[in-house]
């Protein structure tokens, strides 16, 4: 607690001022003291003028050695140098020979007209070359050759004469400057108003790819525009999430578009300057070792008025321009394949939809079909069913008009009966032979209709028997045949099985016998001549015959009844 309270209590400074002041003024009176010696200034001087000595003769060898370390290491950064820049020579050859080759067969290959122009303007260069060298370059030659041999000359003359010379020397170089000066600036416009033209060329040659660029993200591809949908819906669905997508690839380019704009304003060269530093780039290789030391000195070589570090912020610029280019190159080289992508499942899902559709056309076409041949059967048999109706109603109409002309009959025969006039038999008559004529006619009519009805039915019925006779006769047929291979089948199953029996009988059963196996056969043996009877004989009879010998049939025994 004691110590807590201490460490609580505030920091006191105490001050020694009396203590300081009295070796202060020991020190000035020179009393003597434990902690403090004399000094002697005269050795400290000595000591101070033989290191500054001794500083003063190393500081040349340091300067030397410095010197010589910078010389060397400029005379290798210098071999590098050309190492590369041979290298870079090499290449530049390549390609200068490589493309005059290619310009070679592109001349060949083009018209005559063309290859005339080029000679031409070939002519006329060359022409302009020997004019400027006849009017600028010769003059200028010849006047240099004139002041060197006037200063090799020049002290065989007198003072005054010299001077009146230099004055008129002097007048006409600072002449020909002026003319020089007028030349180079035409020269330089000429050139700055090529290069304009030239710059001017490639900004539309880019601006027309960007623009075809933005165009083809903007317009629909032809392959969907061409293709023909029977779901419009689908084509539509298709074609929304195909600009849904190529506006998502578009903003995100114009995100690039306006990133690689904000670093190139940020870029520390100016546009001349910046190609020359990706001309210096380009000559390093990336596998050199020390390439980043090597191209730094070399544009500084090229750039003595740009620091170190405004080189290295455009080199940070530059590295981040062309991260954001090979982001920009992915992105169209991802939506070129994502488009491709899209269009070709775009065209199956179509093509299927075409399908589809054609498959239910066939469909609806079949059921169409089956309709209509359902709808004329229907017709068929009402049509059977109505002249079915209409023969019962005249078979009916008919023994109906029978009957009421048997009781017409009737009623005139008790009608004649009872008259006995002969005007009423007259009447009679004539009232029956109209009625039977008009019967007739009636009934040779109904007649005639039963006759070609029953006909046109018996032919239907003839043609259903004869087709049902068919049907039963090709039913009876495929039975027969059923039948018939069924029983060529069964009888070549019994005529295997016997014939199977037949094998298993006259088959050869051996018993296992190995001394029988390895001696040697019967015909073997006939042939070494083993085992054989000494006299053999050639024909031997198989069984012994009672006949009549030679004798006995001479004297006639064979002739009579008497048997031996």
Request: charged share 35%; proline share 2%; aromatic share 8%.
């Amino acid at each position: 607690m004691e110590d807590l309270n201490k460490r609580d209590q505030p920091f006191m400074a105490v001050q020694k001022n009396g203590i300081l002041d009295n070796l202060v003024f020991q020190m000035k009176n020179g009393m003597r003291s434990i902690k403090y010696k004399p000094v002697d200034y005269q050795q400290l001087h000595a000591l101070t003028e033989a290191k500054k000595l001794a500083s003063a003769s190393i500081e040349p060898k340091i300067r030397k050695a410095v010197q010589i370390s910078k010389i060397s290491k400029e005379q290798t950064l210098i071999k590098q140098h050309k190492q590369v820049w041979w290298q870079e020579h090499q290449r530049l050859t390549d390609v200068r020979c490589k493309m005059e080759s290619e310009i070679k067969s592109f001349l060949k290959n083009i018209g005559n007209e063309c290859l005339s122009d080029l000679i031409n303007f070939e002519q006329e260069l060359s022409e302009q070359w020997c004019m400027y060298l006849k009017n600028v370059i010769n003059p200028i030659q010849q006047l240099r050759t004139d002041l060197k041999y006037r200063q090799h000359h020049i002290s065989q003359h007198s003072y005054s004469h010299i001077e009146l010379n230099a004055v008129k020397v002097l007048e006409e170089v600072d002449f020909v400057k002026k003319q020089l000066k007028a030349v180079f600036e035409r020269l330089s416009l000429e050139q700055q108003k090529i290069e304009n033209y030239l710059s001017d060329w490639n900004m539309k040659i880019l601006d027309y790819s960007s623009e075809e660029r933005s165009n083809l993200l903007s317009e629909l591809p032809m392959e969907l525009e061409t293709l023909e949908c029977p779901y419009p819906d689908l084509k539509s669905s298709i074609l929304h999430e195909f600009c849904n997508f190529t506006e998502k690839y578009k903003k995100k380019l114009q995100e690039f578009d306006l990133q690689l704009e904000d670093i190139s304003r940020n870029f520390q060269l100016s546009e001349e300057d910046h190609w020359i530093y990706q001309a210096v780039l380009d000559q390093y290789p990336g596998d050199l070792c020390g390439r980043r030391t090597l191209y730094l000195n070399m544009l500084q070589r090229y750039f003595p008025h740009k620091s170190r570090h405004d080189l290295v912020e455009h080199e940070k610029y530059c590295d981040q321009y062309r991260f954001a280019r090979e982001q920009r190159r992915i992105l169209i080289s991802n939506w070129n394949k994502n488009r491709r992508d899209f269009i070709q499942k775009a065209v199956l899902t179509l093509a299927e939809a075409c399908a589809a559709h054609a498959i239910e056309g066939t469909l609806a076409k079949d059921r169409r079909k089956q309709q209509e041949l359902c709808a004329h059967l229907k017709a068929k048999v009402l049509q059977w069913r109505a002249h079915q109706e209409e023969i019962a109603r005249l078979e009916m109409e008919i023994s109906a008009r029978r009957r009421e002309k048997e009781e017409e009959k009737e009623k005139l025969w008790k009608e004649k009966e009872l008259l006995q006039r002969a005007e009423k038999k007259k009447k009679i008559r004539k009232y029956w032979a109209k009625k039977e004529q008009k019967w007739q006619e009636m009934e040779m009519r109904d007649l005639q209709r039963l006759e070609e009805l029953k006909k046109l039915m018996a032919e239907q019925s003839v043609k259903d028997r004869e087709r049902v006779k068919y049907r039963q006769k090709l039913l009876e047929k495929r039975l027969v045949e059923k039948k018939e291979v069924a029983l060529q089948e069964a009888h070549e199953e019994e005529r295997e099985r016997r014939l199977e029996a037949l094998r298993k009988q006259v088959a050869i059963v051996a018993q296992f016998d190995p001394v029988r196996m390895m001696s040697d056969t019967t015909a073997s043996k006939a042939r070494m001549g083993i085992g054989i009877e000494e006299e053999f004989i050639l024909q031997k009879p198989l069984f012994t015959l009672n006949t009549y010998n030679e004798h006995q049939g001479r004297i006639g025994l064979h002739s009579s009844d008497i048997w031996p």
